[in-house]
């Protein structure tokens, strides 16, 4: 039984795991028994997450420094990794305004960043795996890929497409032995949401709205990526999967 959560001798990208869920995850499928490979964009703060999590784990631990939005960067760094057997698109920014007053700028990045992005690394990783026969693809997606709230219109909208976007690369790439799922948190404390865990109005309104009575946590999130990224999820195709304590389960 154990061994159908075993990653051991696979080698993963984890996008965007200098800090916060990424880290998480990152950590996550190293105990797992992966080779992980980090990414973010500032080479400084990515060695140090490397070197924390290879300390913390006692494994080799990669780094690879490139942006998810620059196609070239990315096909010179998947070359540069070598084969992998798993993919974690979790790279994602978020932007709060009303969409009357959004810039086009900042629509883009959204865009270019959630969801282009996804789709760049997901296609030059995913190229070896059909080549090979076998490979995971774990999109990290959210409760606003089907759930809007009035501000985060870019956002919600990027999720809506990246949840899509899984379900295309099932229909294309199962056939040819991947398997592509979707992992769609809830509401998590993290730096980037320390605003809205800090505002005691959304807090309870979160709380409230949620079974579970909670906010997620970074750790509640991977015991579900392991499941989708070992042996134990190989009939699992083109889901995406809530973990949210049942936000969206409920009026």
């Not at 997450?49 to 631990?61: I, N």
């Not at 939005?69 to 698109?89: H, K």
């Not at 998590?188 to 909670?214: H, K, Y």
Request: hydrophobic share 45%; charged share 20%; glycine share 12%.
């Amino acid at each position: 039984m154990s061994g159908l959560f075993d990653l051991s001798g696979k080698r993963a990208l984890v996008t965007g795991s200098s800090g916060g869920i990424g880290a998480a995850l990152a950590a996550g499928l190293a105990g797992a028994g992966a080779e992980v490979v980090l990414n973010g964009r500032d080479a400084d703060r990515l060695e140090a997450a490397r070197a924390a999590l290879a300390e913390r784990t006692g494994r080799p631990v990669r780094a690879a420094a490139f942006d998810v939005t620059d196609a070239t960067a990315v096909e010179e760094a998947v070359r540069d990794i070598g084969p992998l057997d798993i993919l974690v698109n979790n790279t994602g920014v978020q932007h709060r305004e009303p969409m009357l007053d959004v810039p086009l700028r900042q629509w883009q990045r959204l865009l270019d960043t959630n969801l282009t992005g996804a789709f760049t690394v997901g296609r030059a990783v995913a190229a070896g795996m059909v080549e090979r026969g076998a490979g995971k693809i774990v999109n990290i997606c959210s409760v606003q890929s089907w759930l809007a709230r009035p501000g985060i219109a870019g956002y919600a909208a990027t999720k809506g497409g990246l949840a899509m976007l899984t379900k295309s690369m099932c229909a294309e790439w199962a056939p040819h032995g991947l398997c592509v799922n979707g992992l769609a948190p809830g509401y998590v404390v993290t730096e980037l949401t320390s605003a809205l865990v800090n505002d005691p109005e959304f807090d309870r309104w979160i709380r409230a709205r949620t079974p579970a009575g909670r906010w997620a946590t970074v750790d509640d999130l991977v015991g579900t990526l392991v499941w989708l990224s070992a042996p134990a999820s190989d009939f699992v195709n083109g889901q995406v999967i809530a973990v949210d304590g049942g936000l969206t389960a409920v009026i």
